[in-house]
């Protein structure tokens, strides 16, 4: 189902209201992206799909989309969820378990005349505010987006969440460890070392595999998670509900479409490690990781990492890794560049939107989640 705006000039704007309807305009919307700077392919028409039916069935969909004649120019997905377990708001479709929204705006077109229009269509979205938890807000789309919003007289205010790390692949391997710390330099050769005495240390490589083989090789490496601290938590992926199950039908995707990878340090045969990612536009998404706490003592991920670096470095088609996640002490030591994510609350122009959001600046004294939004709503 999908409802038509009026056009304006030789734009206009539709509004997809389920998943299934992002399957009827997968062509175009996967178009789009391959048009766009974003090089998540998380963001393809299916895997947003799956991710709606996997964490927003029973919410409402609202994925903005803007064509120029039959063409996809832009897209903006949002659901529905709740913001301090009362106030209906729009959001990304995406969470920590995988990032599968983003603003996606043609880079052959007029993108200024583009984002004005996905802002008239934020302006008028079913919900009184957006509130995204986890937007690239420095990104150059979003930027001019909160600036369309601000013309058009709305509220936009952003704090920042974190820092995502990259790597750049364009030096040689040697060149780019001679960037590295001496320490970690030193340890690498040590943990190899150590790690080569108790056994034939092997990186195994799954980067082309049919998706009736996927289930099987991420099984292997979601175990490696699940005998750690998150197993014993109940945070695993093996632990929580339908949660394998969603990584398994994402990952069948990126298989037919040969951008998975799953890889494993092995020493002596045995899975001491692993890293299962996707590739897009030049860029390698590291997805999940994890190792076996018995060979903790060794490094096993820093092993893995430097490896895994080492094989982007000799590939001409790559040039960044990236962390995805909030950056770490152990991430931090490979890094060459960062971007930041932050939370990014939008106040449509209009009255109910205006009350709601002065009202929550003034909920201090109500609620911990409301007086944590209106620690940073100013």
Not at 92 to 114: I, M, Q, T, Y
Request: hydrophobic share 45%; aromatic share 10%.
């Amino acid at each position: 189902m999908s409802e038509q705006l009026l056009p304006n000039d030789n734009f206009r704007i539709e509004i997809l209201q389920s998943a299934e309807a992002l399957r009827e305009v997968a062509g175009d919307w996967d178009a789009l992206w391959r048009r766009s700077a974003i090089t998540m392919p998380t963001t393809q028409a299916e895997p947003a799909a799956l991710w709606i039916e996997q964490f927003a069935a029973a919410q409402r969909v609202h994925l903005i989309t803007v064509r120029q004649g039959d063409r996809m120019v832009g897209a903006l997905p949002l659901v529905g969820r709740k913001l301090g377990r009362m106030v209906p708001v729009g959001d990304l479709s995406l969470n920590p378990w995988s990032a599968n929204g983003e603003l996606l705006v043609d880079e052959e077109v007029d993108k200024h005349a583009v984002i004005g229009k996905i802002a008239d269509a934020v302006c008028a979205v079913p919900w009184p505010l957006l509130w995204f938890e986890m937007a690239p807000y420095q990104a150059g789309a979003w930027t001019k987006l909160a600036e369309q919003i601000a013309r058009r007289g709305g509220h936009v205010d952003v704090r920042h969440g974190f820092t995502i790390g990259r790597v750049s692949l364009d030096l040689p391997f040697e060149a780019f460890m001679a960037g590295r710390s001496k320490n970690l330099r030193r340890s690498i050769r040590r943990d190899l070392g150590r790690l080569e005495a108790e056994g034939p240390v092997e990186l195994r490589l799954f980067d082309h595999m049919r998706p009736d083989e996927v289930g099987e090789v991420m099984q292997r490496a979601f175990a490696v998670e699940d005998s750690g601290w998150k197993g014993e938590e109940g945070t695993s992926v093996l632990k929580t509900p339908g949660m394998f199950d969603f990584y398994r039908r994402q990952a069948e995707v990126f298989a037919r479409q040969g951008c998975l990878r799953v890889a494993f340090l092995e020493c002596g045969g045995r899975a001491i490690a692993f890293e299962m990612g996707w590739f897009g536009k030049g860029v390698y998404h590291s997805v999940k990781v994890g190792y076996d706490e018995d060979y903790r003592k060794f490094g096993p991920g820093h092993l893995l990492r430097a490896r895994l670096i080492e094989l982007g470095c000799a590939d001409p088609e790559l040039h960044f890794v990236d962390f995805q996640g909030p950056l770490n002490q152990a991430l931090r030591v490979w890094i060459t560049e960062t971007y930041s994510i932050g939370r990014l609350a939008i106040c449509p122009p209009r009255r109910v939107s205006r009350a709601l959001w002065t009202g929550i600046k003034a909920a201090r004294h109500l609620s911990h989640s409301f007086r944590h939004a209106a620690s940073w709503v100013g």
